[in-house]
C-alpha cells in the first residue's frame, strides 16, 4: 500500500484526505497539505521559482499541466507503483512538489527528508529493516549528487537506484566525470517552473552518455531569432513558451544547451557565452586538480563595455599568477579581466550559487 514518511512518520495516501496536520512540523503540514489538496483534486495551485536569477516568485499552474509533467516523467523513466520515490528538495518549489506528484501519479511510496546538502545522508548511520525497500528514484541539485558521491553509504544506496535526475543548473565537468563511476541511469534535466519542471533530459553516465537533451514525449520545440528555445506542449497549455536559453538545435526533438542570453558578455564587440567560458575553465582546474567553485560574468567597463570576470572560492589564491595562467591558456578575448575570491559562497535555498549576493558584495573588492 503506497504511502508518504515524512518526520518518521508514515501516511497511507487513503488517510490523508482526512488527516488533521495541527501536530506536526511546519515541513510536514505545507507537504503533506500540497499531497491533500491534489488527492483531493484540486485545480489549481501556486508554486514558486527556485530564486536562481532573483527572488522566488509565485507562479500559478493548473493541475493538468502538473499531471501532464509527471505522466511524461513516469512513462520515460518506467516509474511505478513498484518504486520508492526520495524526495530531498524543498516541496515548497517546484522541483519538490513535482516529485510528490509523480510519486501519487504512480502510487509509489515516497519518503520526504529536509532539504540538506545530502539527502540521504540518513542512509549513513542507519541500518535499513529488511522490509523497509531503499528508494529506487531521486532528484538532486548538483550540490547534492556532490556530496553523495563523497559519502560511503550514501553513493551505496544511490548506485541501486532505478534512475536519477539532477538539475536546477550546469552541471561542471568535474563532476559530471565524478558521476561515471554510477552505475544508475543518471540525467540532467532541463527545464523551469513555467514548463513544469523539466521537458528534456540527457544522460550523463554510462552507454547512453550525451551532451545533447532529448524532448519528452509530447514536447515541440523551434528556435526564435536569437537562437533561445521556445517549447509548446500540454503543460505550456499548448501555447508557444519563450525561453532565455540558447541552444543548438541537432534535431527536431534534440538540442545542446549553450547557456542563457542574458548571461552573454559583449566585450569589445565579442560575444562571449559565458557558461561555454565556465566550461573551458572548469577543464584547467581539473588539469591541475583543484575543485575550486567559481563562475564568470561580466562587470561594466569604460572601454570595452563589458569585462569578463572570474568569481571563485578559496582562501590565499594568487590571483595574479591565476589571472597569468588563465591568459595563457584561454583565448585573448576570454581571459578574465579581474579575479575576485570570495571564502565562501552563499547559496540560494534550492542549493545554487547566489551570484548576484556574490556579484553585490564584492564587485567593488
Not at 521559482?49 to 493548473?62: A, C, N, R, V
Not at 586538480?289 to 567559481?294: I, K, T, Y
Not at 583565448?331 to 575576485?340: L, M, N, Q, T, V
Request: glycine share 8%.
Amino acid at each position: 500500500m503506497a504511502f508518504i514518511s515524512i518526520d518518521n512518520q508514515k501516511f497511507v495516501y487513503s488517510q490523508l484526505p482526512k488527516l488533521s496536520l495541527g501536530n506536526l512540523s511546519s515541513y510536514a503540514q505545507q507537504t503533506l497539505g500540497f499531497c491533500k489538496d491534489w488527492l483531493l483534486g484540486k485545480q489549481a495551485f501556486v508554486l514558486h521559482t527556485s530564486g536562481s536569477t532573483g527572488e522566488p516568485k509565485p507562479i500559478h499552474l493548473k493541475r493538468a499541466q502538473l499531471l501532464a509533467s509527471a505522466q511524461m516523467t513516469n512513462q520515460f523513466l518506467n516509474l511505478n507503483g513498484k518504486d520508492h520515490f526520495l524526495v530531498g528538495m524543498d516541496t515548497q518549489m517546484v522541483a519538490g512538489t513535482m516529485m510528490l506528484v509523480r510519486a501519487m501519479e504512480a502510487n509509489a511510496a515516497v519518503t520526504v527528508v529536509q532539504a540538506t546538502g545530502n539527502p540521504l545522508e540518513a542512509y549513513d548511520n542507519i541500518e535499513v529493516p529488511a522490509s523497509e525497500a531503499l528508494p529506487t528514484f531521486t532528484a538532486m541539485v548538483p550540490l547534492q549528487i556532490q556530496n553523495v558521491l563523497e559519502s560511503k553509504f550514501g553513493l551505496k544506496t544511490l548506485q541501486q537506484m532505478k534512475a536519477v535526475l539532477v538539475g536546477g543548473g550546469p552541471i561542471h565537468i568535474s563532476l559530471e566525470e565524478k558521476i561515471q563511476k554510477l552505475d544508475c541511469p543518471t540525467y540532467h534535466t532541463y527545464g523551469m517552473t513555467e514548463t513544469v519542471s523539466h521537458i528534456a533530459l540527457r544522460r550523463i553516465n554510462g552507454k547512453g552518455r550525451s551532451e545533447n537533451f532529448t524532448v519528452l514525449q509530447g514536447i515541440e520545440i523551434k528556435l526564435d531569432k536569437n537562437d533561445c528555445l521556445k517549447i509548446k506542449a500540454p503543460i505550456t497549455n499548448d501555447a508557444w513558451l519563450a525561453t532565455n536559453d540558447r541552444v543548438a538545435l541537432k534535431e527536431p526533438n534534440t538540442f545542446k544547451w549553450l547557456g542563457r542570453i542574458d548571461n552573454v558578455i559583449n566585450s569589445g564587440g565579442i560575444k562571449i557565452q559565458a557558461e561555454q567560458l565556465e566550461r573551458k575553465i572548469a577543464t584547467y582546474f581539473d588539469a591541475k586538480g583543484e575543485g575550486n567553485q567559481f563562475f564568470v560574468t561580466g562587470l561594466p567597463d569604460k572601454k570595452l563595455g563589458e569585462k569578463v570576470c572570474l568569481f571563485m572560492e578559496g582562501k590565499a589564491i594568487n590571483k595574479k599568477a591565476l589571472k597569468e595562467n588563465l591568459k595563457a591558456f584561454l583565448d585573448k578575448y576570454e581571459a578574465p579581466k579581474s579575479i575576485f575570491v570570495v571564502e565562501r559562497f552563499p547559496f540560494t535555498a534550492s542549493g545554487k550559487i547566489d551570484k548576484q549576493r556574490v556579484i553585490h558584495h564584492h564587485s567593488s573588492d
